[in-house]
């Protein structure tokens, strides 16, 4: 790749092609080092499931990562639907390459965004000079080099297809049907018990109603002998963070590169500190617990050389504050990078970070 090219060249514009065998185009627009637009599946113009994404592009390395944030629509042959998560939502992982001056590719590799399909396929993107569907983004795209590149519209054009929305919304959960009252247990009719030789019932037992009187000479009732039962083994318990972590559903809320030695993660309660509390949890297995939110940051750091390709750090709420959900503001410093991210997690979902190591450069 040569640098002079690539300077003339920009990862904003309209990309067609495939993305794990369907038919996709996908808008993006760099700002700053975040990618931002819109992506569409379709089999045709009248038949395509919209979704907004986000990302980053790191243009010394070309690595281009970007998400499907929210389904926004999906339109069928008779009416388009509101805007929603939707499991079937992608993250891809992709090289940005221009073999010739007109000639521009993204090639990676993409796999479920909640990482539950392990399974990946592959993305082939070119880059078009025109859109098969016209969007808010045609203006920003078109006017990239003469003003559609300021920060502030681009972040105006975006709100008007969907509002922040961290993640999904949760419903309450159901109310369980309501118990019968509990009602005190009768005492057990209790035979009578004769003393022996007496033909008279024992003064500490109470005869039970009979029409047949007792026979003086009745053999005396031994009771029967009950052989000791050994009570149950019981396991103890998971720890309760590992309950949380194990019942609760990942929510992604952002992808960090993987694209220096050490990753440092600073984690801060977001806007008031109201006695948030959060464990972390990287790759299943527990790496802290019981961190309380403060103004202050709790500096994580993460050694990059023990890191797989693909990675899930997952921020367990520990309890909700005082004011819910649990929130926290993180911001991860990789080599020169900065990423931030706004966390949400309750008692019904957890915040997933994934940390991906991008595609490996093409030699030229």
């Known amino acids: 790749m040569f640098p002079w090219l690539l300077s003339a060249q920009t990862i904003t514009g309209v990309w067609r092609g495939k993305i794990k065998g369907a038919q996709a185009e996908v808008k993006l627009v760099k700002s700053g080092d975040n990618l931002v637009g819109v992506a569409y599946y379709?089999?045709?113009?009248?038949?395509?499931?919209?979704?907004?994404?986000?990302?980053?592009?790191?243009?010394?390395t070309n690595a281009v990562i970007w998400w499907d944030?929210?389904?926004?629509?999906?339109?069928?042959?008779?009416r388009p639907l509101p805007f929603s998560a939707d499991p079937e939502a992608q993250l891809m992982v992709a090289d940005f390459n221009c073999p010739g001056a007109d000639e521009m590719y993204l090639d990676g590799t993409s796999s479920s965004r909640d990482n539950k399909q392990?399974?990946?396929?592959?993305v082939h993107l070119v880059k078009m000079d025109k859109p098969l569907f016209r969007d808010e983004w045609d203006f920003i795209i078109d006017n990239y080099f003469v003003g559609g590149n300021d920060p502030q519209l681009i972040?105006?054009?975006?709100?008007?297809?969907?509002?922040?929305?961290?993640?999904?919304p949760m419903g309450t959960p159901e109310a369980s049907p309501a118990r019968p009252p509990l009602t005190a247990h009768q005492p057990a009719t209790v035979p009578a018990v004769t003393a022996p030789g007496s033909g008279q019932p024992s003064a500490s037992i109470p005869p039970a109603a009979t029409s047949e009187p007792v026979a003086a000479s009745a053999p005396p009732v031994t009771a029967p002998v009950t052989a000791p039962v050994t009570p149950p083994t019981v396991k103890a318990a998971p720890p309760a963070n590992e309950i949380k972590f194990s019942s609760r559903k990942n929510v992604l809320q952002t992808v960090i590169p993987i694209t220096a030695k050490t990753i440092e993660l600073r984690f801060y309660d977001n806007a008031q500190v109201d006695g948030d509390s959060i464990a972390l949890f990287l790759n299943g297995k527990m790496l802290l617990q019981h961190i309380r939110l403060t103004?202050?940051?709790?500096i994580v750091k993460l050694d990059a050389s023990e890191l797989g390709d693909d990675n899930e750090l997952v921020m367990v709420a520990e309890n909700l504050g005082s004011i819910p959900p649990n929130t926290s503001f993180m911001v991860a410093e990789v080599g020169d990078k900065r990423y931030e991210a706004r966390l949400f997690a309750n008692e019904n979902s957890s915040a997933l970070i994934r940390i991906?190591?991008?595609?490996a450069k093409k030699e030229e």
């Open 42 to 60: 379709y089999q045709n113009k009248n038949r395509y499931k919209r979704y907004s994404v986000k990302g980053h592009f790191d243009p010394n």
């Open 69 to 78: 944030e929210l389904l926004l629509e999906e339109m069928t042959k008779s």
């Open 118 to 122: 392990k399974q990946n396929g592959n």
């Open 155 to 168: 972040d105006s054009v975006r709100l008007v297809a969907v509002a922040p929305m961290p993640e999904e």
């Open 295 to 298: 103004e202050q940051p709790y």
């Open 356 to 359: 991906v190591r991008p595609a």
